[in-house]
């Protein structure tokens, strides 16, 4: 007889009545299955407040927890958090990097056991070899601790930054030509020559990149009301929904996770193909393109008569 998959028992009661009133206008069947967040605001938070950024930034840990829990509530796969970049590393002051990395370490050591409980994996992605040694110790203590859990898989970036991710995984590809080119005894020109360079393609980048393991996210979030990517996860937002919202990373809480997932849900996700209510009926119905150009050709200014413009000409 073939085994059913393993039926996990449902953590719905588990959300707050508000979570639950979100939650039950979602469609549980078009859950994302990984979610990305760009955590921002707590220096906002903090200022507002007259308060120290550092409090600002321990506000922030809090608010991890809370979402992390909800994800693992819903049974969300994937979670993916913004946690510190290779540009927060390089262009903050040392006290506040310092303060990070002494936070970071005491999350890790303080929330394990709530990990454990909420079924919750943790993993990493970023140059994280680059951090300090103690704070490495304590997350692949913490890795390691929750490495047989199969709920949500929570994903810290860390040290992390997207053109790097990229260089990395080039780097990791063409180490691996060279090893092979070593192995087999000859040289990389050989490889290429014989089908190595038709045989790179996406999934070869995709498959060299920090998230080989994990799919694409199918939503970002931004908190703070900033309206960038800030060099996260590039290569893999490529097709993300992205939801933005003004409210500060350490006021985020799992209801507001429930709320951008109820927006994702009424997105229409075509990855650059057309909606499904397109049908070749619809196609049918498209005037030829020698026929518009046609009507609107007296609409149009000649090229020669057409005024410089500086503006556009600047793009
Ligand atoms: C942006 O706030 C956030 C960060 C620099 C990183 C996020 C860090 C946390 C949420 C705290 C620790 C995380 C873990 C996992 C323990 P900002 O300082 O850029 O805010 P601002 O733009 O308002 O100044």
């Known amino acids: 007889m073939a085994s059913s998959p ?14 639950q009133s979100v939650y039950r206008q979602l469609d549980p069947a078009r859950l994302p299955k990984h979610i990305a967040i760009i955590m921002d605001g707590n220096g906002r938070w ?66 394990v056991k709530r990990m454990n409980d909420n079924n919750v994996r943790m993993a990493y992605i970023g140059r994280t070899h680059d951090l300090p040694q103690e704070v490495q110790d304590t997350m ?24 790097t991710e ?62 960038r990517i800030s060099n996260f996860l590039l290569w893999q937002i490529a097709y993300s929904e992205i939801f933005i919202t003004d409210r500060l990373w350490p006021d985020f809480r799992g209801l507001h996770l429930l709320e951008a997932i109820n927006a994702y849900q009424h997105r229409e996700r075509r990855f650059g193909g057309l909606s499904e209510t397109f049908t070749d009926e619809n196609l049918n119905t498209l005037e030829p393109a020698e026929e518009v150009a046609e009507e609107i050709k007296d609409h149009l200014t000649p090229q020669s008569e057409s005024k410089p413009d500086h503006a556009l000409s600047r793009r």
């Open 140 to 163: 692949q203590w913490a890795m390691e601790s929750t490495a047989k859990n199969t709920g949500t898989t929570l994903t810290l970036a860390l040290n992390y930054g997207a053109r």
């Open 6 to 19: 393993p039926q996990f028992p449902s953590r719905i009661h588990e959300l707050s009545p508000e979570e």
């Open 46 to 111: 903090a200022g507002k407040r007259a308060l120290k950024r550092f409090l600002g930034h321990q506000k922030g840990a809090e608010s991890v927890q809370y979402v992390v829990e909800t994800a693992s509530r819903i049974n969300l796969p994937w979670l993916t958090l913004y946690a510190f970049s290779l540009e927060n590393n390089l262009r903050r002051p040392k006290s506040e990097v310092s303060f990070l990395m002494k936070l970071l370490k005491s999350y890790l050591i303080g929330n």
């Open 166 to 227: 990229i260089v990395d995984a080039v780097r990791s590809i063409l180490t691996n030509l060279a090893t092979d080119a070593h192995t087999r005894g000859c040289s990389i020109d050989d490889l290429l020559g014989a089908g190595a360079l038709e045989a790179l393609d996406e999934s070869t980048i995709a498959r060299a990149l920090y998230t080989r393991d994990m799919p694409d996210p199918d939503l970002v979030i931004r908190t703070s009301g900033e309206q």
